[in-house]
């Protein structure tokens, strides 16, 4: 897995042009690991609840502890290993996620559960600018591919973690969740591998002549920058304000319009999200080719006409309209955060520690202001509001094109 370092700029090169295939399905494979302890959380609710008899606010409160960590201390962590980069902390947040589930298969008291929670986030925030920035390093030039492959482990986390979740619940026990400290086990073993060769790609890069090196200035003026920076977090809140409407209550949705049973709302959510894998997988090599601009105006002005109609749709044209939107407006991400990559080449850690924390943020906001939109007026009235989200696409045209060409899969 080593990338050898030599000082002839023919190998170097073809080094830095090489896909690193086991590095990019490593940081992928920690990513379900971490996303998948992530997930648990929320799905243990019910077992902190009757164990330790504590409220729904306090619920709130354990969610707001994950997320504060999670989410807000992305950037930071971004923005400083940009500047003393640290091929081990991959490993070292795993360390901290490991604490917070143990501390959570014991914890007796609530404060306790909050440290736990805002320990897994810490972990969380340490784990993603730093694996984005290595998939970037180990992608020989085919970013989007690099970045789909890694987010869709992610994706599969998410979906795994509430699965696992049910075996603790059938004992209703609570120290059995000290079993999933297994996964951040088996993650600190595999960052430690790729930390190595991160160290030796760092190594490698320094020795390199100047003139072989990746260009770190931004192809934009300061403003410019800026005002991009900010059209893409408006087509971000779009999207996750989307998929937030979907994600939690596609199911409600579904039972209250169609009167139908919730194993059947549960199926026809599992082909949303596996529609949202398929779509983060496509999404990435698609702009390799064709540009991130490009991918960007499909998959997220591309979606409006189709959720404008699902509000209308029958329960057959329901769930084909939600996998075609899930497909379209998953390939989003991975080209909104490689388009912002590219603008800010030597900050590649604070855009994906943003851009990942901005995007955490805007799902558990939306949910929850979605849902109290509903209670006010009906999960129909949300569907329809929603719907003119993607609309806000129409944004993309005012995105400079970055296009460059990509290379070939070695």
């Not at 890694?150 to 079993?179: D, K, T």
């Not at 030796?200 to 090196?213: F, G, I, M, V, Y």
């Not at 939600?322 to 603008?343: D, K, P, R």
């Given at each position: ?44 609710y ?9 409220n729904?606010t ?54 306790v ?36 492959l ?19 619940l ?15 086990l ?50 971000i ?20 319009t ?19 894998a ?39 044209w ?27 080449p ?37 569907f ?22 990509v290379?070939?899969?070695?």
């Amino acid at each position: 897995m080593r990338s050898p370092a030599t000082s002839d700029g023919g190998q170097s090169d073809r080094a830095n042009s090489t896909t690193v295939l086991p590095i990019i399905l490593a940081v992928s494979s920690a990513h379900l690991l971490n996303d998948t302890i992530q997930s648990l959380l929320p799905a243990l609710y019910p077992i902190l609840k009757d164990e330790l008899q504590i409220n729904f606010t306090q619920v709130g409160l354990i969610t707001l502890a994950f997320q504060l960590t999670a989410s807000l201390l992305q950037p930071f962590v971004g923005l400083y290993t940009d500047r003393h980069p640290q091929p081990f902390s991959l490993a070292a947040g795993m360390v901290f996620t490991l604490g917070g589930v143990i501390l959570l298969s014991v914890a007796h008291t609530f404060t306790v559960v909050l440290a736990a929670a805002a320990l897994i986030g810490f972990g969380s925030s340490i784990f993603h600018p730093e694996a984005s920035r290595v998939a970037r390093l180990a992608s020989g030039g085919r970013h989007g591919f690099a970045q789909s492959l890694f987010q869709v482990g992610g994706n599969a986390g998410s979906a795994l973690g509430p699965l696992l979740a049910s075996v603790v619940l059938a004992h209703r026990s609570q120290s059995r969740i000290a079993w999933f400290s297994l996964l951040p086990l088996v993650g600190f073993l595999l960052l430690t591998r790729v930390g190595a060769w991160y160290r030796d790609r760092l190594a490698h890069q320094r020795r390199q002549p100047a003139a072989h090196r990746t260009p770190s200035t931004s192809p934009l003026s300061p403003r410019r920058v800026a005002a991009t920076i900010a059209i893409l977090a408006v087509l971000i809140f779009s999207k996750y304000f989307y998929l937030a409407c979907l994600g939690s209550y596609y199911t409600f949705y579904l039972i209250e319009t169609f009167h139908v049973s919730v194993q059947s709302a549960q199926l026809l959510l599992f082909l949303f999200l596996a529609a949202v894998a398929a779509g983060t997988i496509i999404g990435g090599p698609i702009g390799d080719r064709i540009g991130r601009k490009a991918v960007i105006w499909v998959s997220i002005l591309g979606v409006a006409p189709f959720a404008l109609l699902l509000p209308f749709a029958s329960l057959f044209w329901c769930a084909v309209l939600t996998v075609i939107i899930g497909v379209i407006l998953a390939s989003a991400f991975s080209a909104i955060l490689v388009y912002a990559q590219e603008l800010l080449p030597n900050r590649i850690g604070l855009i994906s520690g943003l851009f990942f924390g901005f995007a955490f943020g805007m799902g558990g906001i939306g949910s929850a202001l979605l849902g109290q939109l509903a209670d006010h007026t009906s999960i129909t009235f949300v569907f329809r509001v929603c719907a003119f989200l993607p609309l806000l696409g129409l944004l993309t045209a005012f995105l400079p094109d970055l296009r460059r060409p990509v290379p070939t899969a070695s």
